[in-house]
């Protein structure tokens, strides 16, 4: 395989870990934005507001890893394909 193939096919993967990570930003930013907006008007969070705002943040972050990890796993390749030949070999006497 040449490197202009190679790079043609990583390019979906690149773009697709690019977009993940500007999902993840955006995501925390409107959650940052949330606590922002809750605290102007009630002067600190509840108590079930923050267990909320917590969940959310892992629940992110626990999607960011899980994709990326799906990502990187399939941006791994081997150098020099190659085909397994497996072979059956039989006694004759069995024949």
């Given at each position: 395989m040449c490197i202009r193939d190679r790079a043609s096919i990583s390019q979906p993967i690149v773009t697709g870990l690019q977009r993940l990570k500007s999902w993840r930003?955006?995501?925390?930013?409107?959650?940052?934005?949330?606590q922002e907006e809750l605290q102007d008007r009630q002067g600190r969070l509840h108590?079930?507001?923050?267990?909320?705002?917590?969940?959310?943040?892992?629940?992110?972050?626990?999607?960011?890893?899980?994709r990326k990890?799906?990502?990187?796993?399939?941006?791994?390749?081997?150098?020099?394909?190659?085909?397994?030949?497996?072979?059956?070999?039989?006694p004759m006497e069995a024949r």
């Open positions: 930003e955006r995501r925390i930013d409107d959650l940052g934005g949330w108590s079930h507001q923050q267990k909320k705002l917590d969940s959310e943040k892992r629940e992110v972050e626990r999607m960011y890893q899980a990890v799906w990502i990187d796993e399939g941006m791994r390749t081997v150098n020099e394909p190659y085909l397994r030949v497996a072979a059956v070999l039989i």
